[in-house]
């Protein structure tokens, strides 16, 4: 099961990897390159000893390709292999800075594309997901787990690469001396038992630590978002123990693994050291009875080296690849997590809408044990103004959030110009909407890009209209940068006006023809309520509002208060009774 497990994750990172196979073919057959250049590493030693020192003869492919005076001598013979030492080693450094750099580009951009597509999924998942979920084991899987791609894809070249390369030496050594070259293989099967019982017994262990680092990232994200909270209360030293704990139960993991990935190696080492111990102790035999020279002895033994590292090279990639195929998995289960709000394929377009909005019986749920809202049912003609109110915790919130998509009803219908909202485009259904929430959202970026959010290419007349209308142009005009000023994290430079004002003036630059206010002046003193209601007014004329808010006076000017009471609707006030029409639900 593990086994099917492990090969679906690969195909799919193949799959993912594919734009980039160009990248990866050249660099195999770079990788490929080395194999030639290591087998003609012992050459220079065996001329040295076989040729210069003892009497041997040239073998026959030098004497074709060196010039005839080059072998003339003693003294010029010895500096051909010396002159070949320095040339097989500055080959094999160039193939290895060139290699180093083609996988360097091919594996940044194998992790650049799959953050991408993780973090587009992400921001896709509906809102249920991410308050379930919260945001930090997201975080670590786009950060940490995405990187694996690149080390699974681009970890099966040294394989393949060394497998070549171990073919090749065998290849070599069999033909100086078969009986060696079975005895340098003896100690493979062994190593192949033991990766793969390592394999089997330690894939738990890394999962278990990548969701302990995650639970300690999970920590750091929490305080620091509500560092203000924290030192409010003075908690520093427990958040910092807190912290401490979880880590320090990932570093206990950490060096479990690290123990089993050293004992690991030790046993790797100690059966190739086997080997070779074998493969002297019978060469040197060999040498005596003189079935092979001494410099032929010597090419077998430096083979015998490259050889193992082969060997080595697939047990680590093997033990490595646990780790990765554990981050892969993990990014992978994030790309299954299925959007609850997704857009029908022949979803309609929609330019701007003008006509009524309906909800017809709606009910939503977040669980199926606890509905939120039941049998809502109104109808709202096209530049109405409606207020919403009741308790905390009473659905006026999601109401509106089913209105803008961010969830589906669990059952009935809502209506946007006759048509049902699922069969619009999202991105056009929510360019309908202009929203300003109770806690305004600004971005760590000016002021300006804060207020064109929603129209990226607006000029900066008509950001600083947008600000006038919202009457947040003299506080802008008045700092150091006017609207160049770095607002900060969350806005967090700003005070809570201020940044409530520039939510405003967000919303006057993207003109949409449905307002949603979600309590926008309940963080903010009276002074401010006044020059933001006044600024909110301006916004709402001429376009269907919905306003959410706890004081009723902020509710006054509306066209009809709808009041939510255990999931039902219920009309308050109408003073526009052709505005709103509201069929209350029964009370069962």
């Known amino acids: 099961m593990r086994r099917q497990s492990d090969l679906a994750v690969i195909r799919r990172v193949l799959d993912q990897a594919r734009p980039f196979w160009l990248q990866i073919a050249g660099l195999a057959l770079f990788d490929l390159l080395a194999t030639p250049l290591v087998l003609l590493v012992p050459l220079p030693l065996k001329i040295a000893v076989d040729n210069v020192i003892g009497s041997e003869p040239l073998p026959e492919f030098l004497r074709v390709l060196l010039p005839g005076g080059a072998t003339s001598s003693n003294i010029r013979l010895l500096i051909v292999a010396a002159s070949l030492q320095v040339l097989v080693v ?32 992400v921001q896709r998942l509906s809102l249920l997901y991410h308050d379930s979920k919260g945001t930090a084991d997201s975080i670590y899987r786009i950060q940490y787990d995405a990187p694996s791609i690149q080390w699974i894809t681009l970890g099966a070249i040294p394989v393949v690469t060394a497998s070549v390369k ?187 809408a003008v006509d009524m909005i309906e909800f017809r019986n709606v009910s939503f749920a977040y669980d199926t044990k606890n509905p939120v809202l039941r049998g809502i049912s109104f109808r709202v003609e096209a530049g109405s103004w409606v207020g919403i109110a009741g308790k905390t915790g009473a659905g006026k919130t999601s109401l509106v959030s089913l209105l803008t998509r961010f969830y589906d009803p669990s059952s009935g219908q809502i209506l946007l110009d006759g048509e049902d909202l699922r069969d619009y485009r999202l991105a056009d259904l929510r360019n309908q909407f202009a929203i300003v929430l109770q806690e305004p959202v600004l971005f760590s970026t000016s002021i300006a890009e804060n207020i064109a959010y929603g129209r990226p290419g607006a000029s900066e007349e008509d950001v600083q209209r947008a600000a006038i209308s919202a009457n947040a142009h003299d506080f802008i005009a008045n700092l150091p940068d006017g609207y160049d000023t770095l607002v900060g994290e969350r806005g967090m430079r700003l005070s809570g006006g201020e940044r409530q004002r520039i939510a405003l003036a967000r919303a006057f630059l993207k003109d949409a023809p449905i307002l949603i206010l979600d309590e926008p002046t309940t963080s903010v003193d009276v002074e401010t309520e006044r020059v933001i209601l006044e600024a909110m007014e301006r916004l709402m004329h001429g376009r269907t509002t919905f306003m959410i808010a706890h004081r009723l006076s902020t509710l006054e000017n509306c066209d009809v208060l709808l009041l939510i009471e255990d999931g039902r609707s219920v009309v308050v006030s109408s003073d526009v009774s052709p505005a709103v029409i509201v069929e209350t639900a029964d009370a069962d």
Not at 97 to 117: I, K, M, N, P, V
Not at 279 to 294: D, E, K, N, Y
Not at 306 to 315: A, G, H, K, M
């Open 90 to 121: 500055l080959l094999i450094h160039l193939q290895g800075l060139g290699s180093y750099l083609l996988s360097s580009y091919t594996g940044e951009g194998l992790t650049l594309a799959f953050r991408a597509r993780l973090f587009r999924h």
């Open 166 to 352: 171990l073919f090749s030496m065998i290849y070599v050594i069999a033909r100086i001396d078969w009986q060696l070259a079975l005895v340098a293989l003896a100690v493979a099967p062994m190593l192949l038992v033991v990766t793969h019982t390592y394999k089997r017994r330690m894939r738990p262990h890394y999962l278990g630590v990548k969701e302990l680092e995650s639970h300690a990232l999970g920590v750091v994200q929490e305080v620091l978002t509500a560092v203000r909270v924290v030192k409010a209360f003075g908690r520093e030293d427990n958040e910092q123990e807190r912290f401490v704990l979880q880590s320090r139960k990932g570093m206990r993991a950490r060096v479990r693994l690290s123990f089993a990935e050293g004992f690991f190696g030790l046993i790797v080492n100690l059966t190739t050291a086997i080997g070779t111990a074998a493969v002297l102790f019978i060469g040197i035999r060999s040498v005596q009875r003189g079935i092979v020279t001494l410099g032929e002895l010597l090419v077998i033994i430096s083979y015998l080296a490259q050889l193992y590292e082969p060997l080595r090279t697939f047990s680590r990639q093997v033990a490595n690849m646990q780790s990765s195929l554990t981050s892969a998995h993990r990014a992978f289960e994030l790309l299954a997590e299925a959007p609850e709000v997704v857009e029908r394929r022949d979803a309609r377009p929609l330019t701007r």
